[in-house]
């Protein structure tokens, strides 16, 4: 791929990623769409998938991001459902769907059916989140689908590792197999426990050196997983483990870095997802292109039949997994109380494949040892099916599906006065210690500056009061609404004065830029306010 061809991909998928924010269509099926329509435009490159870009490349980034973004505490809370689908779904797919894979399809060896089990078992991480972030489902379960796929990748990679090895005749036994997952799973949180706290003390040192600190923060993931495949353990687990303890431990760090990394990292993954759905629905010439003796139509049954097995599999596991527990433990039903059908359902309907999938599958050697893998082609198509199938089926099903059951979103009124009553907690406290600072006479103010750090207090702790009150019968805003907007109005206003001055040279571009970064900084904070 030259550098034009890149430049247009990320571009396309970049334009087509901002459409979909206009629209109701998720963003991974619209660029899943594009891609497939693009795929067979006169005079589209060739963009097919490279599996030592994607996993070592491309994944990292993409898990990072989704760990630093998830919470360690929530996920601790609901270890017992992550570990059962991360982990247990995904050896019970590997196996379950390969064995029906085996049965359909005439001529495909076992072992290279339970390779396809593995390459399929993992839903997306990156589809996982966007849909849920779309969707805004209730926490728990957002909870469980963001955790399920940050770690089931790790499962999914090693098991695919030891079905690859039979299917190419390495011998591989039930204990050696057993082996190497403990060694990929106990290895790769192994490495990240040992890189989390010296990277994050690095992360503190470099506060207030934007430049160093920024490319630290796009070296982690990457140092991670490198320093886990490295030792033969797993890269996945090593970044999400890692990614966890950065998240939990931000609050750590200068307040500029977390700003400019925010938006940095921000930029990344929306290049990294678009660009991942896009290169999804171009992988569809290549597909069908290699189905060799298969043809196009005995091929698409054959399809069918892998995405109904996925679907259902995930079913039988899920809802056993999600009662048992609580059928067998008095402790679980007391913890975890209310829960009925309608959350395993929407768990088990949003196990939408990816990527990832993709890249595992296109990793699978064509000659080894001088022979032929059995079936790689068809491999390849029930993969590229199945990804498809799951995201535009399943994705495009579940939020209707959502609100035909009336699942109960998050309670926003309930998160307001959570915030409110922490804020107000926060204030008393920063009250107390700007009085016993002000008592000191080395920190003697003008009282009018006394009385301005006394105003600001006094504003954070109302504007979210203000929230919850009632609003502007003509413009239906709140009072901390109509407080934001003319504030922006104000900063709009000597935005143009300072832009003025600098054209009629009565102040430098550099000074400019410094009044107006002062400017920026103060937009930026009302607008964290305003979407948090």
């Not at 390969?98 to 078992?121: E, H, N, R």
């Not at 849920?132 to 695919?160: M, W």
């Amino acid at each position: 791929m030259d550098a034009l061809q890149l430049v247009a991909l990320v571009a396309g998928s970049a334009a087509v990623a901002g459409i979909a924010r206009r629209t109701p269509v998720p963003a991974p099926l619209l660029l899943v769409a594009a891609g497939l329509a693009a795929s067979y435009v006169p005079g589209v490159p060739d963009y097919a998938l490279d599996p030592h870009i994607v996993l070592p490349l491309i994944l990292p980034p993409l898990l990072h991001t989704a760990a630093v973004e998830s919470s360690y505490l929530d996920l601790r809370a609901n270890l017992r459902p992550v570990a059962l689908l991360s982990v247990g779904y995904v050896l019970f797919a590997t196996v379950a769907v390969g064995w029906l894979a085996y049965v359909l399809v005439p001529d495909l060896p076992l072992t290279a059916a339970l390779v396809l089990g593995a390459v399929i078992a993992p839903p997306d991480a990156v589809a996982a989140t966007a849909i849920a972030r779309k969707l805004g489902l209730p926490n728990r379960i957002t909870t469980i689908l963001q955790g399920e796929s940050l770690v089931n990748d790790a499962t999914a990679i090693t098991a695919f590792k030891v079905a690859l090895a039979a299917a190419v005749g390495a011998g591989v036994s039930w204990a050696g197999g057993i082996g190497e997952f403990a060694l990929a799973a106990i290895g790769g949180i192994g490495v990240g426990l040992v890189l989390m706290v010296p990277l994050h003390w690095l992360r503190c040192r470099l506060g207030g050196e934007a430049l160093l600190q920024n490319t630290l923060s796009l070296l982690i993931p990457f140092v991670a997983y490198a320093a886990a495949e490295e030792v033969g353990a797993s890269g996945v687990l090593a970044v999400v483990v890692v990614g966890l303890y950065l998240g939990h431990r931000n609050w750590q760090v200068d307040f500029a870095t977390r700003l400019q990394e925010e938006a940095v990292w921000k930029m990344v993954a929306f290049i990294l997802e678009s660009a991942v759905f896009a290169l999804i629905g171009l992988q569809l010439p290549y597909v069908v292109q290699g189905l060799g003796r298969y043809g196009i139509g005995e091929a698409a049954w054959y399809a069918v039949g892998v995405f109904v097995a996925v679907v259902v599999v995930r079913f039988v596991w899920v809802f056993p997994a999600t009662f048992l527990p609580r059928w067998m433990s008095e402790r679980i039903r007391e913890r975890e109380h209310g829960v009925d059908w309608k959350a395993p359902l929407i768990v088990g309907w949003a196990g939408m494949r990816g990527v990832v999938s993709l890249a595992i599958a296109f990793s699978i050697p064509v000659v080894t040892d001088g022979v032929e893998f059995p079936a790689r082609n068809l491999v390849l198509f029930l993969t590229f099916t199945t990804v498809i199938g799951t995201l535009v089926v399943q994705g495009l099903t579940l939020p209707p599906l959502i609100r035909l059951l009336k699942l109960p979103g998050r309670d926003r009124q309930a998160e307001t006065l959570a915030e409110a009553q922490a804020q107000s907690e926060a204030s008393r406290a920063a009250e107390e210690r700007l009085g016993q600072l002000l008592a000191d006479e080395r920190n003697a103010l003008p009282q009018p500056l006394a009385d301005r750090l006394r105003t600001v207090l006094e504003r954070r702790r109302n504007a979210v009061w203000e929230r919850l009150g009632s609003v502007n019968e003509v413009t239906g805003e709140t009072a901390d609404d109509t407080y934001r907007r003319l504030a922006r109005e104000m900063i709009d206003a000597e935005r143009e004065v300072f832009v003025r001055l600098r054209d009629e040279r009565r102040i430098d571009d550099e000074m400019m830029r410094t009044l107006l970064r002062r400017l920026d900084l103060e937009e930026a904070a009302a607008y964290r306010e305003e979407t948090a």
